[in-house]
DNA sequence: AACGCGGGGAA
DNA sequence: TTCCCAGCGTT
């Protein structure tokens, strides 16, 4: 893009939104509040997750952990369940521990200022940006996706939204048009993006930056925002033994490495001794956002209580039965395979 | 600077 | 199918 079309004054367009906005806010529970840590909690939550995906998620989060020493004081593994199903593990874990810093470096006070915030576990520019912005006074542009897709269309600007210097380039591009009040600026961005200029069919008549839109004037507004990499999916095959015996059913806990971070879930092996338990097998598919799942879950009711105990001791196993797997967060495919082994 | 990490909805 | 979503931590 030429520079010198960035050299005039844009600073309507940024009071053009925020007019908007005070008009067309969406109505959602995080908006009635500025109490940091709900704003922080909703800001997590709703990274890479669509509202209506992640909105009971987050009710349900602040009911249970209504400030952050009742999440510092929580065990892991029950903030976990309450971000079952919601992906990104490590969102639960560092929110967790962030919690935990909370209480120890700032006396149970959520940090006021933007570098203090960004400190936090799991808490990156974007999300500093927002909580200072919108619970503080912050000045910082909370540039997300939405930044990107607006302000590349705005600007009719071509600047690839995968380089990994996209953050600092759209940054300098919102300043040109953000208003004094931040907060709100940051806020009506996310739902002008998502409401009006949506990443396919935006609604280009209902904006209230049509006239200021160098993409729309120049009728390439679907050529915005411009992202070279590509989603490229790989094939995974995972293998688990559904382990019964009476009613109950061995699980281990995952690594907090690769996928599902600390999640529980069936065993991986058994003992040759037991392979004459296998009662069958069900072959269930999963896709994730870059992997296409197989997943074969050998159903093995385990008869003799020798063999049993016997895996259970050597293993150093965790045993639950169908109401307790309730209170463990298990992947997606394998809680649906629960869910189903109850029917039966 | 590049990559891995979930799950669901829209087109 | 493919893309995208209130991104972040690790390497």
Redesign the pocket.
Same mark, same amino acid.
């Given at each position: 893009m030429e520079k010198n079309f960035r050299n005039s004054d844009f600073l309507h367009v940024g009071n053009k939104l925020l007019a908007w906005y005070k008009e067309n806010a969406?109505d +959602?529970p !995080?908006?009635k509040t500025k109490d940091p840590y709900k704003i922080w909690i909703?800001?997590i939550v !709703?990274?890479? =997750?669509?509202?209506?995906?992640g909105l009971n998620h987050y009710n349900n989060f602040i009911k249970r952990f209504p400030d952050v020493k009742t999440l510092a004081e929580a065990e892991e593994n029950e903030v976990l369940l309450y971000w079952k #199903?919601? $992906?990104?593990?490590?969102r639960a874990i560092?929110i967790h521990k962030a919690a935990q810093q909370i209480m120890t470096g700032h006396n149970g006070a959520f940090p006021a200022q933007y570098e203090d915030i960004l400190q936090?576990? #799991?808490? $990156?520019?974007? =999300?500093?940006a927002?909580v200072s912005s919108i619970c503080f006074g912050g000045k910082m542009p909370a540039v997300? $996706?939405?930044f990107?897709?607006v302000l590349s269309r705005v600007f009719a600007d071509d600047f690839d939204v995968s380089?990994?210097?996209a953050f600092t380039y759209f940054s300098e591009l919102a300043a040109l048009i953000m208003p004094d009040n931040v907060g709100d600026f940051n806020?009506a961005m996310?739902?002008l $993006?998502?409401e009006i200029c949506?990443?396919?069919?935006p609604l280009c008549d209902e904006c209230p930056l049509e006239d200021d839109c160098l993409a729309f004037s120049l009728d390439k507004v679907s050529d915005f925002?411009v992202?070279t990499?590509?989603?490229k =999916?790989e094939d995974l095959h995972l293998k688990y033994y559904f382990v019964h015996h009476n009613g109950q059913f061995v699980v281990q806990q995952r690594k907090d490495?690769?996928?599902?971070?600390k999640l529980f879930e069936f065993p991986v092996s058994i003992p040759e001794e037991m392979e004459e338990f296998i009662k069958g097998l069900k072959t269930v598919h999963?896709? +994730? =956002?870059?992997?296409n799942l197989t997943i074969d879950i050998y159903n093995v009711e385990v008869t003799s209580d020798t063999v049993w105990n016997d895996f259970i001791i050597k293993n150093e196993y965790l045993i639950t039965d169908f109401n307790g797997s309730q209170d463990k967060s298990f992947?997606?495919?394998l809680e649906t395979y629960i869910q189903n082994s109850l029917k039966d």
């Open positions: 969406r +959602l !995080f908006r909703c800001e !709703f990274q890479q =997750t669509r509202i209506n995906q #199903g919601l $992906g990104y593990y490590s560092n936090l576990k #799991g808490i $990156g520019k974007y =999300t500093a927002a997300d $996706g939405n990107y897709r380089n990994s210097r806020q996310m739902d $993006g998502s949506k990443p396919k069919n925002p992202k990499k590509k989603v =999916t490495d690769f996928i599902w971070k999963h896709k +994730l =956002t870059h992997k992947p997606k495919p």
